[in-house]
């Protein structure tokens, strides 16, 4: 039917559209100009639109831009994915969440600049747009899924795999979390080496800014030897379920390059296209793994 490719066509926009607010979120952090635009908002220096720009109000206010437009997507993917596949159980339930969470993280955003807020605070800032991100996805994936073109509906998951899942994908909100902290503390460069904050004397962090990047490697390296697992589970018990199987070799892959980038983050000093990259991995496995719970919420296998 045309108005489900139309509807496949606005999906995916509205998808790459959060990934964007995703990236522009990061961007602000990575580069300190969340006080581009000063105290205002939703105006800029005191201007609907700005008329003098540097580096900074052109990073921030193309943020809010980004921001409001996308959202204005995401409504409408709401209103019409509730609409059009209103009888796919989970449709109603994402796109509430998508919408909800997208004007949260903008509302945390706004009280940042308007009013300030603790590090601990603001480090919820991405996992809070990552959830909404990943809500589009799973309805951007489920508008896919009318054409039966893949089985995604009967599908049959083990106890063994359907808790590593869950687990798997709550312990990968707190790597978020974690490595947000250390964006908001500052605490990038507090250890100049990697794997260990100092390779030439092995030994607990000293510092504060020391415990948040080690508390950081070790949460990434626990989810990364944990997906490793899973994936070896899929592939030996799964290889008649390509989704689970497929699905699993592509999570450990982003793990691995969300490991890599975040070393080489270290060894290039901050290089900012390497730290969006690491953003970016985060974000495509966090949605992955939330597909997989999807899946495994359909699940009627009981052993």
């Known amino acids: 039917m045309k108005y489900h490719r139309y509807l496949k066509w606005f999906a995916v926009a509205s998808t790459i559209g959060m990934l964007l607010i995703l990236l522009g979120g990061a961007l602000v952090t ?9 105290r205002n908002w939703p105006g800029c220096n005191g201007e609907l639109i700005p008329t003098e720009i540097n580096a900074e109000v052109l990073i921030e206010f193309s943020h809010r831009l980004v921001t409001g437009a996308v959202g204005i997507f995401i409504v409408v993917l709401a209103v019409w994915s509730w609409k059009a596949l209103g009888h796919v159980r989970e449709t ?6 998508a919408v909800f969470f997208l004007i949260l993280q903008a509302l945390i955003g706004a009280a940042q600049v308007l009013w300030g807020q ?11 747009s990552l959830i909404s991100f990943a809500s589009v ?32 994908t709550v312990y990968s909100y707190i790597v978020v979390y974690t490595g947000a902290l250390v964006r908001h503390t500052n605490s ?43 994936m070896l589970h899929a592939i030996r018990h799964y290889k008649d379920q390509r989704i689970f199987y497929t699905g699993w ?6 793990v691995l390059a969300q490991v890599i980038t975040g070393a080489t983050v270290v060894f290039t000093q901050l290089n900012l296209y390497i730290a969006l990259l690491h953003s970016l991995f985060i974000s495509l496995l966090f949605g992955l793994l939330t597909y997989m719970i999807l899946l495994v919420l359909r699940s009627n296998r009981k052993s």
């Not at 990575?30 to 581009?36: A, H, I």
């Not at 109603?92 to 969440?97: A, E, G, P, Q, R």
């Not at 073109?149 to 687990?167: F, I, R």
């Open 137 to 168: 996805l799973l309805l951007t994936l489920l508008i896919f899924e009318v054409d039966k073109k893949y089985d995604a509906e009967h599908v049959h998951v083990g106890k063994t795999l359907k808790w590593h899942t869950v687990g798997v």
């Open 118 to 128: 603790g590090d601990f605070i603001l480090a919820l800032h991405f996992g809070i």
């Open 92 to 97: 109603k339930f994402l796109s509430i969440m």
């Open 249 to 254: 070799i592509i999570a450990f892959l982003l």
């Open 188 to 230: 990038e460069l507090s250890c100049l080496d990697w794997p260990f904050c100092d390779n030439s004397a092995i030994g607990l962090p000293s510092t504060f800014h020391q415990w948040v990047q080690m508390g950081h490697r070790f949460a990434a390296a626990l989810i990364f030897v944990w997906i490793f697992i899973i």
């Open 30 to 38: 990575k580069t300190d100009s969340g006080m581009g635009c000063g």
